[in-house]
């Protein structure tokens, strides 16, 4: 399982890398999103899948048991990383949005020419 989602984590870096490195504004967006989604489940697999086990410790437990319980921290900030990537991506849809309507156009190389020129 570990495999699998490395392998997953590895296929959503690459992508979204490679489409960071388009020229379009939308694809840049696309890619920021699929980067973001890799750093959440790296950050869930560094916290070990526990399957079936509550985020507790026992009130009776002497000793800590490794695995015996699931670590909330990490899906706590998975969780904020999800908000703040929300917010970040309608601001970012709108912000393209904006510039499409006063540029005509999502090329950057077209959009820092015209700033280039005038």
């Known amino acids: ?10 296929l959503l870096y ?5 489409m960071m490195f388009r020229r379009s504004l939308v694809k840049l967006i696309i890619g ?5 989604n890799g750093v959440n489940l790296l950050i869930f697999l560094l916290g070990r899948l526990v399957k079936g086990k509550p985020p507790i ?13 699931a670590d909330p921290v990490p899906q706590a900030l ?17 912000l393209i949005k904006r510039a499409y309507k006063v540029v005509h156009t ?6 820092n020419t015209r700033e280039e020129e005038e």
Do not use: N, R
Not at 32 to 36: C, E, H, K, M, N
């Open 32 to 36: 920021v999103i699929l980067l973001g």
């Open 106 to 111: 999502d090329d950057l190389d077209d959009i």
């Open 78 to 94: 998975i969780l904020t990383a999800i908000v703040i990537s929300f917010g970040l991506q309608a601001f970012a849809i709108v």
């Open 14 to 18: 690459a992508a979204g890398i490679f």
């Open 57 to 69: 410790i026992a009130a009776d437990a002497k000793v800590l048991v490794e695995g015996a319980y």
């Open 1 to 10: 399982m570990d495999v699998i989602m490395a392998l997953l984590i590895g």
